[in-house]
């Protein structure tokens, strides 16, 4: 079954404390990023990759890292986690240069709370 | 700049009636695509529908379908009658062309569907 995979589903830290939110997608998919999503904002795009070892930032990447060691996986690193960084999480995937109704497969989210 | 809006907070619709959920989109490119996705309330991204601005026929899909206004840069969703299950956030979405598969989203609709 195609699908993109997150983990932990659902997170509660403190500030300042390292944590790294896991994507993996089976589809072999170039193209990844990842999203946060906040009310009255809707999604925002927070880091994308082209392919293995090509990263760039999206529109809101300020605190996040990203690294795309392998095709499959593309973890999103908060070094040092702030409040304004609570938010639901959601990484996708899709074909590099996607045309027409290819669309990105979005995973189930990740809900995180900095306190 | 590429901007997507969504001007109702929350719509609220009877079972078995249709729904109209606006979206306006401002973007300078000639060539882009718009999407429509669910958000129910366990918080998963369910693409619902999609229509290409060269596409000249609206996109309908089972009971979902797009009223696609070029001139006037709309892309409402009209959900045709309505199921308790319809209940969700709704989401518009707009790629431009060359945007590797960027998707830039509006703030969202809330949709109650009363018995």
């Known amino acids: 079954e195609a699908q993109v995979t997150q983990n932990p589903r659902y997170l509660i830290t403190v500030t300042g404390k390292k944590l790294t939110v896991t994507c993996s997608q089976n589809?072999?998919?170039?193209?990844m990023s990842w999203y946060r999503q906040d009310p009255g904002l809707g999604l925002r795009q927070i880091y994308y990759?082209?392919?293995?070892?090509?990263?760039d930032k999206g529109d809101v990447p300020e605190g996040y890292k990203v690294s795309r060691k392998e095709k499959r996986n593309f973890p999103l690193i908060l070094e040092s986690p702030s409040p304004n960084q609570t938010s639901l999480y959601f990484c996708?995937?899709?074909?590099?240069?996607?045309?027409?109704?290819?669309?990105?497969?979005f995973g189930p989210g990740t809900r995180l709370t900095v306190l | 700049a590429q901007k997507i809006t969504q001007t109702q907070p929350g719509m609220f619709v009877q079972e078995k009636e249709a729904v109209t959920l606006d979206c306006t989109y401002d973007?300078?490119?000639?060539?882009?695509?718009l999407f429509w996705y669910k958000q129910p309330s366990s918080g998963e991204m369910i693409f619902l529908i999609y229509q290409g601005s060269y596409d000249e026929q609206n996109a309908t899909e089972g009971r979902y379908s797009l009223n696609f206004q070029k001139a006037r840069k709309s892309a409402n969703l009209v959900i045709s009658a309505s199921q308790l299950g319809d209940s969700a956030m709704y989401f518009c979405a707009m790629r431009e062309k060359g945007g590797y598969n960027k998707l830039i989203f509006g703030a969202g609709t809330r949709l109650a569907v009363h018995p």
């Open positions: 973007t300078s490119d000639q060539s882009y695509g």
């Open positions: 990759s082209m392919n293995v070892e090509v990263t």
């Open positions: 589809m072999n998919h170039e193209y």
């Open positions: 996708a995937s899709s074909l590099a240069l996607a045309g027409g109704i290819d669309t990105q497969y």
